[in-house]
């Protein structure tokens, strides 16, 4: 197998995940979650990017942090994902947190500081230079991302896109869409069928390749080529513990399948194998499942 590598560019946090009874939670006394608090990097592309390499692919990785002690603690984490540093800048004076509470059925409820990520621009010659020996890039859609976005397509990458719980084409969104070859999102707060957004974004948008995942129902592709259109159904294969970064860890399934060369109707299989394995444990990139693992379960659900 021929290691491709890729460029991801987005966020980078340090998650605080914290175990809670039930949602809501009381106002009261103080509650006790005894080893139930854990610290972990995470963030869309964070949580992709680690997926990826957890795959055994090259990941230039691209972010941002603060200059400040929490930044010392995410750069050791990043490094234990054996992804390199060199392209994270430290260009803010504080690091962006999340803190995951997660019920007893792995629901959560993140609450999200992203500091100063609307206000960013990614140098853009430093952005080139990441993504210059690399055929695909993938960004998530923190304002900043959206002039990379732009700029790789420019440059003729296949450019990939995580725009998450989508609701309709806006403008926040707009340019991620016309910037990208694979659209990929969530059907959980979508106006209107997938299907009739599948047609809109080939049609209008141009783009090649679109996903939508529907969490315990599956999920959906359309490949523009041959005006397809797929359903498959989701694989259960453990106890849900923590969902936190579901939607990024089939990103990151499918992502690598098409960095193999599968086909995108297998991409899709391997992205909800490996969601459906990341969410047995809790943390977004905590116990990602890696090659062998993930070899193991495409032999036992699908051959």
Not at 42 to 70: K, Y
Not at 143 to 152: K, M
Not at 256 to 284: C, D, M, P, W
Request: with cysteine; charged share 20%.
């Amino acid at each position: 197998m021929e290691n491709k590598s890729i460029a991801i560019f987005g966020d980078l946090n340090l998650d605080t995940s914290v175990n809670v009874c039930d949602f809501p939670i009381n106002v009261g006394d103080t509650l006790f979650s005894v080893d139930g608090i854990i610290d972990f990097i995470g963030g869309a592309a964070t949580n992709v990017a680690c997926g990826v390499r957890a795959l055994g692919h090259d990941v230039n990785f691209a972010s941002v942090v603060g200059r400040d002690p929490l930044a010392e603690i995410v750069f050791n984490q990043v490094n234990n994902f054996h992804l390199s540093t060199k392209n994270i800048r430290k260009d803010w004076p504080v690091t962006s947190r999340t803190i995951v509470l997660i019920d007893q059925q792995g629901n959560r409820q993140c609450i999200n500081d992203p500091k100063l990520a609307n206000n960013y621009t990614y140098p853009e010659q430093e952005a080139f230079e990441v993504m210059s020996n690399c055929e695909f890039v993938f960004t998530s859609t923190q304002n900043w991302c959206r002039h990379v976005a732009t700029q790789a397509k420019a440059l003729g990458k296949t450019v990939a896109v995580d725009v998450q719980a989508l609701v309709d084409i806006d403008n926040y969104h707009r340019s991620f869409i016309q910037a990208a070859d694979i659209v990929i999102l969530s059907s959980e707060r979508l106006a209107k069928h997938s299907h009739e957004l599948i047609h809109q974004l080939w049609y209008e948008f141009d783009v090649e390749v679109v996903v939508v995942t529907h969490g315990e129902g599956g999920a959906t592709i359309g490949m523009r080529s041959d005006e397809s259109i797929e359903w498959e159904p989701a694989f259960n294969t453990g106890a849900v513990v923590d969902k936190t970064g579901a939607g990024d860890a089939f990103v990151a399934g499918f992502i690598s399948a098409v960095l193999e060369e599968k086909t995108y109707r297998q991409a899709l299989t391997h992205g909800q194998l490996f969601a459906s394995s990341a969410i047995t444990t809790k943390g977004s990139t905590n116990g990602l499942p890696n090659r062998a693992e993930i070899d193991m379960l495409y032999t036992q659900y699908c051959a």
